[in-house]
């Protein structure tokens, strides 16, 4: 069994770019959210989100072919190469430096922006039938939706294993649980895993008709809150085994000591009513991180704001470690909610609080909600020692996944 | 790996264009037949001139009852494999399906279907159907197979393209060595889709039926269909089919000339590499062959270079059933089970030049004499995956 740990981080986010940026606006309780300006979303009753904002169309490696790339792969190129830079392992011209390093990209809609940006500039000019076939022409040429994984790869000069987990919104922290098991049994030793969605038409619409958004702002756990925010984020953390980081003379951020995967196996959108699969989850990160409840200082919600959600998961919190229950941050009060790459978000938020010993604000928190008792760190960060903090996120179809970030031991480097 | 490591596969279910019975199908295979036919001609005219490998059954019949109306055909198709394999399970296990299965599933998706398509045409949020947009969720298939079979344990939807049903049993594998479950149901679904094989006729990638799919003549014929295999770590040794053995991925970031072999053949030696085995203990190679003149080259070239021009016997089954994309490595994995087990390859289909010899392949039914099978996955991408299974132990005569 080998250990993980985490080596290097990277996030673009609506309240920031790198994580120097990011973690300082996030402790700020910063809100990303604003007006929609990737569509036209004048058709929508809820027109807010949180949008990455002055990302550069030109790369500062290889502009030429890199600008042409559709917004996802650009914006995981971009997260990726600050944590490879973090971790020591990125070369002058932007590349890997250890080209067997694995990669795992966990997204909901992939390359869906950019198709739709296409599809609606064909429309403009051709009928909806061609419009269509131009289309289909642009799906395989570029690898149907899911681009992003050889292209980042290729512009890393990537060779080691490969994976795109489109577990919708726990994708991001499934990559991470893969890769971690990867390295713990010796099939890698290190990985760069994270997740990537960029703000599209179509899922606005979704949630738009299933009546989910938030007209406002983003209130996970209040009693009053409204919805879910949509957002978008690029988050990749470089995951390595305890050998390699040693052998590098590498010191760790922080370990992931256990990860714990479930599927509610109860409906595609609504939630379990006892949170069976969200309690699963996390009992199980705890087992694999051989921990107690107790040794877990704070929490990393999934919190999106919606009624149900919120309620299932404070149940769920209270089950595993009772009425002396951790802080409970949900980061998507400020940055709304990302998809894909939401829980990879989440966790760097993990190892960031574990690295920082900071507890990030709940923001937008006002009146508490007799069925979510939970302490959730309402509008002011927070100071607290953490020895181990632990993730949950959970997805349409109940994909539920939780991890736990603790600190590296001292001995060990 | 060790064989202490070694996942064993202890149950196999198989849709295609052939059928819904894995024995049937394979027996169908060895027999020549083919899954071929056309879309009907007012639901897809520009592609009704192409052969498909389509899958004809009704699925929803076939799945009974009602509550299936917004389930995608690769949902469907993921619900009754699902279902079929958990009946096989449940007869052969002594071990109870309980909350530490879980699933790991191959898919991809694309959510411009006419309904979703005319929505945005006309900007009118009436006209977004909320449980369509759940089904149109990529994890979709996955989950409803949970839901249906009440999974609790891990699951997983890769959609990494061709070699994602190869990768979806990797991390199955996995899961059971981690002591993340204690079985895994996991394998691919693909379904033909209006864009999809409107996708595949405009690169220009599908074939004419006067030239069908042969793995030195260009074009293939698209096809769909599902696989699952019920792997587990610590089963009873009567109920194993077969053992997997190892797993490999290769990408080039910077390929060469069309037909680079360099993915195919650092797949093939990662996996050959993780089961701890030289080329010459391979007795039998599933190819991922398509017809497609890059990739069929490139993984020839790879094939040459591993076994040094002494290629075992290998079959191509898509001249059978198609090119079923992210379902084609399961669908052989499935296959190449029941050839270990009967010790025969099926021909190979619409096989045309001779040169095809020297990779093994045969217009005639094979007998081999195999414990181990390579099974390939190739990826337009730059990407291949190759997976190794090993032979249960029992042999019954072809």
């Known amino acids: 069994m080998h250990d993980v740990y985490v080596t290097g981080a990277g996030i673009l986010t609506s309240i920031g770019h790198g994580c120097v940026t990011f973690w300082q606006a996030l402790t700020r309780g910063d809100s990303g959210v604003g ?30 072919a890199e600008s042409s ?60 039938s061609h419009a269509k076939k131009i289309t289909a ?26 994976h795109l987990i489109t577990n919708a919104c726990s994708a991001g922290a499934y990559t991470l649980a893969l890769g971690a098991e990867q390295i713990r049994q010796g099939q890698a030793s290190v990985v760069l895993c994270g997740g990537v969605d960029v703000l599209n ?16 702002r983003c209130q996970p756990f209040d009693l009053h809150r409204q919805g879910l925010v949509l957002g978008e984020a690029a988050a990749m953390l470089v995951l390595e085994s305890k050998a390699s980081c040693q052998a590098r003379g590498i010191q760790p951020l922080a370990a992931l000591a256990g990860w714990g995967m479930s599927c509610d196996a109860h409906h595609l959108s609504a939630p379990h009513p006892e949170g069976k699969g969200t309690i699963l989850a996390l009992q199980r990160a705890l087992k694999n991180a051989c921990l107690t409840p107790g040794r877990i200082d704070c929490l990393v919600a999934h919190g999106t704001g919606t009624i149900g959600n919120d309620r299932m998961e404070a149940q769920a919190f209270r089950t595993i470690f009772g009425e002396a229950a951790p802080p409970v941050t949900a980061p998507k009060s400020m940055l709304g909610h990302s998809i894909g790459a939401a829980s990879a978000v989440e966790a760097l938020v993990a190892a960031l609080i574990t690295q920082n010993d900071l507890i990030p604000p709940t923001i937008n928190f006002e009146t508490p909600d007799p069925e979510c008792p939970i302490d959730c760190v309402p509008n002011q960060v927070r100071k607290k020692i953490i020895r181990a903090c632990q993730t949950n996120a959970s997805s349409f179809g109940g994909n539920n996944v939780s991890l736990i970030f603790t600190k590296p031991s001292p001995h060990a480097f | 790996m060790s064989t202490s490591q070694a996942v064993a596969i202890t149950g196999i279910s198989l849709l295609s264009s052939l059928g819904s019975d894995p024995r049937q199908i394979f027996e169908q295979l060895l027999q ?40 995608t055909r690769a949902g469907l198709m993921a619900c009754l494999v699902g279902r079929h394999l958990l009946a096989r399970v449940e007869t052969t296990s002594s071990a109870p399906i309980d909350e530490l299965t879980g699933i790991s599933l191959g898919y991809s998706h694309d959510i411009f279907i006419p309904s979703f398509y005319s929505a945005f045409m006309e900007k009118d949020l009436r006209l977004i159907n909320p449980p369509l947009f759940l089904n149109l969720s990529t994890n979709a298939p996955a989950s409803q197979i949970s839901i249906l079979l009440k999974f609790h344990g891990p699951i997983f939807t890769h959609t990494t393209g061709f070699t994602a049903g190869l990768e979806a049993l990797d991390t199955a594998a996995m899961m059971l060595r981690g002591g993340h479950a204690e079985r895994m149901f996991a394998g691919a679904v693909q379904e033909i889709n209006e864009e999809l094989a409107e996708s595949f006729h405009q690169v220009r990638w599908t074939n004419t039926p006067q030239t069908l799919t042969s793995p030195t003549t260009g ?43 360099t993915a195919a053949q650092q797949a093939i030696q990662g ?16 190819l991922a062959a398509s017809g497609d003149a890059c990739l069929d080259a490139a993984e020839g070239k790879a094939l040459e270079t591993v076994f040094s021009s002494q290629v075992p016997p290998s079959v191509a089954l898509k001249g059978a059933w198609g090119e079923c994309y992210h379902a084609g490595g399961a669908m052989a994995a499935a296959m190449a089970v029941l050839a270990l087990e009967q010790q025969c390859l099926p021909p190979t289909l619409n096989l045309a030049q001779p040169e095809v010899k020297r990779l093994g392949l045969s217009s005639a039914i094979q007998k081999i004499n195999a414990r181990y099978a390579l099974i390939m996955a190739m990826d337009r991408d730059q990407k291949a995956a190759a997976l190794i299974l090993e032979a249960s132990g029992k042999r019954p005569a072809c």
Request: a neutral charge.
């Open chain 1, 35 to 64: 007006a929609v300006t990737r569509f036209d979303s004048g058709w929508f009753p809820v027109q807010i989100a949180a949008e990455i904002k002055n990302f550069p169309n030109i790369s500062p490696y290889c502009p030429a």
């Open chain 1, 137 to 162: 022409q642009i799906l395989l040429t570029d690898n149907t939706y899911y681009g992003v994984l050889p292209r980042v790869a290729e512009h890393l000069r990537l060779t080691g294993p490969q």
């Open chain 2, 271 to 286: 996996a050959l590499h993780q089961s701890g085995l030289t080329p010459a203990e391979i007795g039998a190679v599933f």
């Open chain 1, 201 to 216: 038409e179509s899922i606005y619409a979704g949630f738009s008709s299933l009546r989910s958004l938030a007209p406002e």
């Open chain 2, 219 to 261: 074009g293939i014929i698209a096809g769909e269909g599902c696989a699952l295999l019920a792997l587990e770590k610590n089963p009873e040794s009567r109920n194993v089919l077969a053992w997997l053995r190892g797993f490999g991925q290769g990408f080039n970031p910077a390929p060469g000339e069309p037909g680079d072999p």
């Open chain 2, 32 to 71: 020549g037949q083919r899954g071929m036919s056309r879309f009907p001609a007012e639901d897809l005219p520009a592609l009704a001139q192409c052969d498909y490998g389509r899958v004809t059954l009704n699925l929803t019949e076939l799945l009974g009852g009602k509550g299936w109306r917004h389930f």
């Open chain 1, 69 to 128: 790339l559709r917004l996802s792969a650009r914006l995981t190129l971009a997260a990726a190469r600050e944590a490879l830079n973090q971790a020591g392992l990125l070369s002058p011209e932007g590349v890997c430096t250890l080209p067997s390093t694995g990669l795992l990209i966990g997204s909901n809609k992939g390359d869906l922006w950019d198709i739709e940006q296409q599809r609606w500039r064909t429309q403009q000019s051709l009928l909806p």
